[in-house]
């Protein structure tokens, strides 16, 4: 036994396979390409199959990590898609988009003496191998209910959700804002990071399980929650995203070349407009492009800004190199293709031409004094050290709050004080009866998987009020 | 979904009016709204406020002036077709009620928009004044439409075809000397509005423009649409379309119309080419 577990560990962990980062700066292509099977079956076998798998603990939607991992190991690649899906719809999109080193991978056991197994690595590359293959047999679908449930938002919670209740017999509607189903997976990650078929795959799997979906539909204008009632649906799910883009409110900001990140990657991933101008939408291309904040959604806006043609990106960032909230291997991403990081600095203001076009951005340094509510050392300016930046294009990557259009329409929902519906921690019941909430319109801005989580609770929820009652 | 039932051409063919089938729209929507339409997949998003609805039949009206690439996919569609996308309805809708006399004043397509606002305001029980303005009289829409609905109309040219021989401000500022007048609503090009507000602060007369900035999604989500309204920064989308006219920052709107002038001639060049 303690024989098999030195093995394991002198096994390295797995190396993803990436394009190289000057050439893939210039590409839309995805970064990483994939284990191959002979990869895959080797990191498999690194897994210690713990009898009591902290990593399944570290799982918002307790994927069976081992089991499926064993099946790897096995050669049953098919098998482990299957047993994927026996508790996450969508895992060809968490494994290539969950912040596995603070999840599952950062509770791997071999991972506290050297690195953990590539779990992330693993559940792409079986979700991938079975879509390829086309060869996955659909889940069971229980008998016909008769209940009907609308669902607000195609993003990850909405399509879990989905996805649950249609395999309970369930009659599930999804109903999109959108021309395209995905929500924050089609006009927010970039395609370089997740394949915009992966999101028609796994969509198109729901709706051969009897999902359908009403694109085109702004719930709350096109029609409300109450008249949804009214057509017959028995429960909602709300799982409508952090819609609104939070702005600085900096003098400045309303020149052309300030964008805020949801209209700087909605445009080029929902409306291609990195293919202009075979599609319509054009997106500005800047030259020396600053992007502010420090997210996930801040390095794909950088990230995106260099396959546009950028001369110079660079990041932003108040607060220092520890405090950036991007998952690890973005940061590394972006840093590889040529990204700076400006750390320690603020902007002040934004300067224009006599046309209203951006030319540059002042900014002061800062440095950290005391934790704030947060627990991170909260960033204090230092007095007299302004100095510009040269830039044409600033994306504003600092945030989103809720969007008021649904909950306006729909003033039973209680909210919190910073506009977010409050739904019960665990079952994710609103204030209205039938309705459900999930996702970042509850959270406030979060992980794919985490707005999955809320859905799969909220799912089980939403079972029991259509089997017994609220 | 979304088929085009009726086509008509307007001001020599530069003008298009689409009535389209959009049950669930129509069902909801109020004068002062808008609908984002796409003609195609890789069409773009385009914001055009409702020219008319008819709940009934389920159908919407819009009317827009071919400028563009999108626009000339839109004018290209014939009764039968089908738009990919239509979404709505969008924006605040107009507060309408009894203020006493009122002045309508549209230039362009803005008269497009204009008509269903007049129409509520003359429902409501005020007296309407309406000031239509265009270029030449081949180009001015929708007179007889506006005439049903206004008690008094003036119209304007540019180049004299037509009504006075000058612009929608020299009638304004006439009626405002004489009429005792509550509210102005004006919608058409953005110095129109501009003007019209300039006019109507100096005399404090409150007024109401529409605004059409460039927009992707219409609910609040990029904020592509920002305006500047008494120094704050509005979303026209979701706060608007609908302004108090003596706040709104006009050249600033201007300026940021202009923000894909280049890539729209490319797209616009490259239309040309494949007709």
């Given amino acids: 036994m303690v024989e098999k577990k030195v093995k394991k560990e002198q096994v390295p962990r797995a190396k993803m396979p990436e394009q190289a980062p000057d050439v893939r700066n210039k590409n839309f292509m995805e970064v990483p390409l994939g ?168 969509v198109s799997t729901l709706e051969k399980l009897g999902v359908k979906i009403e694109t085109n539909s702004v719930v709350g204008a096109t029609v409300t929650i109450d008249e949804l009632f009214q057509e017959g649906y028995d429960a909602v799910y709300v799982g409508v995203g952090a819609g609104l883009p939070r702005f600085m409110n900096l003098p400045g ?165 910073w506009g977010n519906i409050v739904a019960h921690p665990v079952t994710g019941k609103t204030t209205k009866k039938g309705v459900w909430a999930g996702g970042d319109i509850v959270t406030g801005m979060a992980t794919v998987i985490l707005a999955m989580g809320a859905g799969r609770e909220a799912a089980n929820s939403i079972h029991d009020y259509l089997s017994i009652g609220w | ?86 979404i709505g309805p969008l924006g605040k809708a107009t507060h309408i009620e009894k203020r006493g006399k009122v002045v309508c004043v549209g230039g362009g397509t803005g008269i497009a928009v204009l008509h269903p606002i007049t129409r509520g305001l003359k429902e409501a029980g005020n007296e309407v004044i309406t000031i239509l303005g265009s270029r030449n009289k081949d180009l001015l829409i929708l007179e007889d439409k506006m005439s049903k609905v206004s008690d008094t109309l003036h119209i304007c040219t540019d180049d004299g075809s037509r009504g006075h021989h000058g612009f929608v401000t020299d009638v304004l500022k006439d009626v405002l000397e004489k009429e005792d007048i509550r509210l102005v609503v004006a919608i058409g090009p953005v110095p129109m509005m501009k003007f019209v507000s300039k006019i109507t602060k100096e005399k404090g007369v409150e007024t109401l423009v529409s605004l059409n900035p460039i927009m992707v999604d219409g609910t609040g989500m990029c904020g592509g649409c920002r305006v500047s309204v008494g120094g704050k920064t509005q979303f026209a989308c979701v706060d608007g379309p609908e302004f108090d006219g003596h706040e709104v920052d006009y050249d600033e709107l201007s300026k940021r119309l202009q923000a894909y002038h280049e890539d729209e001639k490319i797209s616009m060049d490259q239309c040309r080419q494949n007709l």
């Fill in chain 1, 35 to 202: 284990l191959t099977p002979e990869m895959a079956r080797t990191e498999a076998s690194r897994c210690l199959q713990c009898k009591n798998p902290a990593c399944v603990d570290g799982c918002p939607v307790s994927v069976d990590i081992p089991g499926f991992i064993n099946k790897i190991a096995e050669g049953d690649f098919e098998g482990a898609a299957k047993k994927l899906w026996e508790r996450n719809a969508l895992p060809a999109i968490c494994g290539r988009v969950c912040p596995q080193e603070i999840q599952c991978e950062g509770r791997c056991i071999i991972g506290k003496k050297g690195s953990s197994v590539a779990i992330g690595y693993l559940e792409r590359f079986a979700a991938d191998y079975a879509r390829e293959k086309g060869s996955v047999e659909l889940p069971g679908v229980a008998e016909k209910t008769g209940k009907k449930v609308a669902i607000i938002g195609s993003g990850p919670s909405g399509l879990t959700v989905a996805g649950d209740l249609v395999v309970k017999g369930h009659d599930v509607t999804i109903f999109e804002a959108f021309h395209q189903t995905g929500g924050v997976l089609v006009y927010g990650i970039p395609e370089f990071r997740l394949p915009k078929e992966i999101v028609a795959s796994e």
């Fill in chain 1, 253 to 417: 900001e309303n020149l052309i070349g300030v964008f805020s990140a949801n209209e700087y990657l909605t445009r080029t991933n929902l409306m291609k407009a990195y293919r202009f101008p075979e599609y319509d939408t054009p997106v500005a291309r800047g030259k020396n492009v600053v992007v502010l904040g420090a997210g996930n959604v801040a390095m794909d806006a950088a990230r995106t800004a260099m396959r546009l043609g950028a001369e110079s990106v660079k990041v932003v960032y108040r607060r220092s190199r520890a405090e950036m909230p991007a998952r690890a291997e973005e940061l590394h991403h972006a840093e590889e293709e040529g990204i700076e990081f400006i750390l320690l600095t603020n902007p002040v203001q934004f300067f224009g031409d006599e046309k209203g076009r951006l030319c540059g951005m002042e900014c002061l340094k800062m440095e950290l004094g005391e934790p704030d509510a947060s627990g991170r050392r909260r960033p204090v300016a230092i007095q007299g050290s302004e100095y510009t930046i040269e830039c044409d294009l600033v994306v504003v990557s600092v945030g989103a709050q809720p969007n008021p259009l649904l909950t306006n329409a729909t003033p039973e929902i209680s909210l919190n004080r």
């Fill in chain 2, 1 to 86: 979904m979304f088929k085009i039932v009726n086509r008509e051409e307007m001001a020599q063919g530069t003008i298009v009016l689409n009535e389209i089938e959009a049950p669930r729209i129509a069902r909801k929507a109020k004068p002062g709204q808008f609908v984002i339409l796409q003609a195609n997949e890789k069409g773009e998003r385009i914001p055009l406020t409702m020219a008319d609805v008819d709940p009934e039949k389920g159908t919407i009206t819009i009317i827009y002036m071919i400028v563009g690439k999108s626009t000339s996919l839109f004018g290209k569609m014939q009764v039968g077709e089908e738009y990919f996308a239509v």
